[in-house]
Nanobody
Framework: QVQLVESGGGLVQPGGSLRLSCEAS????????MGWYRQAPGKQRELVAT???????SYADSVKGRFTISRHNAKNTVYLQMNSLKPEDTAVYYC???????????????WGQGAQVTVAS
């Protein structure tokens, strides 16, 4: 069994900062890519940022320069540092990992339960 557990969401004022964390645990052989997605009310889930096991990153244009994704491979943990938050960043943020579980022949996608981020004054 593999689990992804997120933490760090909450309410913050515009211009503020939050840091999300997501730890993968369980029977894991290797994690290839970790990332963050978000879904605002009435909208489709969208990619926010991803990071590979080698440290290569990519970001949605809407968060470039404000959000930073990082990863601690030994802890199977990915972080999302969010600065200069805007009301339009309000969403449920989901962690995703592309990983190969032990005794598996191929990689699969795993998702966390989601963390609410609300940016409002």
């Amino acid at each position: 069994q593999v689990q992804l557990v997120e933490s760090g969401g909450g309410l913050v004022q515009p211009g503020g900062s939050l840091r999300l964390s997501c730890e993968a645990s369980g029977s894991i052989f290797s994690i290839w890519v970790m990332g963050w997605y978000r879904q605002a009310p009435g909208k489709q889930r969208e990619l926010v940022a991803t990071i590979t096991s080698g440290g290569s990153t990519s970001y949605a244009d809407s968060v470039k320069g404000r959000f930073t994704i990082s990863r601690h491979n030994a802890k199977n943990t990915v972080y999302l540092q969010m600065n200069s938050l805007k009301p339009e960043d309000t969403a449920v943020y989901y962690c995703k990992a592309v990983l190969t579980a032990r005794n598996a022949d191929y990689a699969s996608n795993y998702w966390g339960q989601g963390a609410q981020v609300t940016v409002a004054s």
